[in-house]
């Protein structure tokens, strides 16, 4: 099983490289948007592997990317949207939404349903990941700025 889910690392990290090549990412930058979506494959097949859900799965990955393309946004001093749109490719449910178009066309209404809100589950799950961790660094770092800012002089607690 080592093996699938090292494929599914080298898989990802080659995708997200794809991708930011396209969006015009060059160097260090390139390399760690890619490793970032390796992190986030990785993370994806391992949840799997122990029997977690498609949802679940999808979850763990989007908040393992989404971590990592902050810690890397903030070394490289670059916006976060640089890591975390190139690593998230390879988790978006594409297949998902090809099998509800196909399903529109050949008549059966009622699986296609079932395969679209399947497909939007695993992007709203997805969204969620990657909001969750955007909302805790954004409260960590203004918490932590004020906390700076603000000093409590010696007399305040002699109240």
Avoid: H, W
Avoid at 82 to 102: E, N
Avoid at 115 to 138: C, M, N, P, R
């Amino acid at each position: 099983m080592i093996e699938v889910i090292i494929k599914a690392g080298i898989s990802a990290f080659l995708a997200s490289i794809g991708f930011g090549i396209l969006f015009n990412i060059r160097g260090k930058k390139l390399i760690l948007a890619g490793l970032t979506g390796a992190i986030g494959g990785i993370l994806y097949k391992y949840s799997l592997y122990l029997g977690m859900s498609e949802l679940v799965a999808n979850f763990l990955g989007a908040l393992g990317l989404a971590i990592f393309g902050e810690i890397f946004a903030r070394l490289c001093k670059t916006p976060v949207t640089t890591f975390i749109v190139c690593a998230l490719i390879p988790l978006v449910p594409g297949g998902g939404m090809y099998y509800t178009m196909l399903e529109v066309i050949q008549g059966n209404v009622q699986e296609a349903l079932v395969k679209g809100l399947e497909t939007l589950s695993i992007a709203g799950v997805l969204a969620l990941g990657i909001l969750v961790v955007s909302t805790g660094t954004q409260f960590y770092l203004r918490t932590k700025r004020a906390m700076e800012t603000y000093r409590f002089d010696d007399n305040f607690y002699n109240l």
